[in-house]
């Protein structure tokens, strides 16, 4: 049996072996483990000091359109109750 995968524009196929893992030997481990190694070395490295400014930045742009932030106004929350109750 084999699963598709989709990552990035990119099908893949594995095999399924339904094994768990301390059903695997030591060398089926290592290959795994060398695979996914593999697959991580291939990812671009970036400096956590320029994505947390990056995300700060874009966080700070969309602050404005934050409902949370800003509030909702009454005449557009449609949680706002219809009716009340008058006592008199």
Same mark, same amino acid.
């Given at each position: 049996? #084999? %699963?598709h995968h989709e990552f990035e524009g990119k099908k893949t196929e594995r095999k399924l072996t339904g094994k768990m893992a301390r059903d695997l030997s030591d060398k089926e481990i290592m290959a795994m483990e060398l695979a996914q190694l593999q697959k991580e070395v *291939? +990812? $671009?490295r970036i &400096?956590?000091? #320029?994505?947390? *400014? $990056?995300?700060? %930045?874009?966080i700070e742009s969309q602050a404005a359109e934050d409902h949370l932030l *800003?509030?909702?106004? $009454?005449?557009k +929350? &449609?949680?706002k109750e219809k009716g009340g109750c008058l006592i008199t």
């Open positions: 049996m #084999t %699963a *291939k +990812n $671009e &400096p956590v000091s #320029t994505t947390a *400014k $990056e995300l700060v %930045a874009w *800003k509030g909702i106004p $009454e005449d +929350n &449609p949680f």
